[in-house]
């Protein structure tokens, strides 16, 4: 097996093909966009229920994409495949597709499941910081890892945090608890606990869904300044924060993708009726 998700994929090529307008086949990034996550036909059943119903689309490098729909449509499901957290759900499983990150199939038998957590890092609803200090939040993983050097781990703890627009805020009180700190500071700091790995995808389950407008606001900011370096797939239930912070954005509807298409297009001008009635807020 190659090193996981490391390698130019061939499937990082440019594409030009249009929005994927409902029952179309495959939906693909805009123009000159690079492929880093290529999900093809995935049906995914909890148990004998099925939750995706072959799902297609292409999310590009760093670029913010963002998957809307109404309450049960299977947004989180899909987030959660992209790292294979629905693992961890006894009756959950792909049972048809491939989903392949730098064109390698991450359902493979002799796919590193750690390896890839790293490589796609996840930030969820509701702040969930280590009952430790800052600094060891941050320096968690990369001790897991086996790294000690305390040069080193400074450095990563001031560079996550300066990334994840907390520096200044905590700089004074690396080593008090992370749990000390407001909702909103918290999910910024499990942003940069996210970063501190330098994962290449990183996946937002609702990151704002319990904060307020001000901190929400500064969350948003960050998601635009992180894309420079990461590839970010948010589910949100907020149209506006969807159309703030994304560049493309799928709509999903009981199971399915009904649309995908650049951000703009989804919200000004979308293909289909459905996708049109939801982010009128006519249903949902
Ligand atoms: N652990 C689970 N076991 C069984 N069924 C589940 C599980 N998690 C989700 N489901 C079901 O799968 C479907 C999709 O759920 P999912 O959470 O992915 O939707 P969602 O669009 O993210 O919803 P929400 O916006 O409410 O979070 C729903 O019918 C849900 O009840």
């Not at 493979?108 to 200090?133: T, Y």
Request: hydrophobic fraction near 40%.
């Amino acid at each position: 097996m190659p090193s996981l998700l490391t390698m130019e994929s061939p499937s990082s090529r440019p594409t030009t093909a249009p929005a994927i307008k409902a029952n179309a086949p495959k939906s693909t990034p805009g123009p000159a966009d690079r492929t880093i996550i290529d999900i093809n036909h995935v049906d995914f059943f909890y148990g004998e229920s099925q939750a995706l119903h072959d799902i297609s689309l292409q999310i590009p490098e760093k670029k913010v994409t963002a998957f809307i729909g109404p309450s049960g449509c299977g947004k989180s499901t899909l987030l959660r495949c992209l790292n294979r957290m629905n693992d961890l759900i006894d009756v959950a499983r792909v049972a048809n597709g491939s989903i392949k990150i730098h064109d390698i199939d991450i359902y493979q038998p002799d796919v590193d499941v750690i390896e890839l957590r790293k490589r796609v890092g996840m930030v969820f609803q509701k702040s969930n910081p280590f009952p430790k200090s800052i600094y060891e939040n941050i320096t968690y993983g990369l001790r897991l890892q086996g790294v000690s050097n305390k040069a080193h781990l400074d450095e990563v703890v001031e560079r996550s945090l300066r990334g994840a627009a907390l520096w200044d805020e905590v700089k004074d009180r690396l080593h008090t608890s992370g749990l000390g700190l407001s909702g909103g500071q918290q999910q910024r700091l499990c942003i940069a606990r996210a970063i501190a790995v330098e994962p290449e995808i990183i996946l937002m389950d609702e990151p704002c869904s319990a904060l307020d407008p001000i901190a929400t606001a500064k969350v948003e900011e960050l998601i635009h300044e992180l894309k420079s370096k990461f590839t970010i797939v948010i589910v949100t239930h907020n149209m506006q924060q969807a159309a703030r912070c994304s560049d493309r954005t799928a709509f999903f509807y009981l199971g399915k993708l009904i649309e995908y298409a650049d951000t703009q297009t989804i919200f000004m001008n979308p293909g289909n009726p459905q996708t049109e009635a939801y982010v009128s807020g006519r249903f949902g």
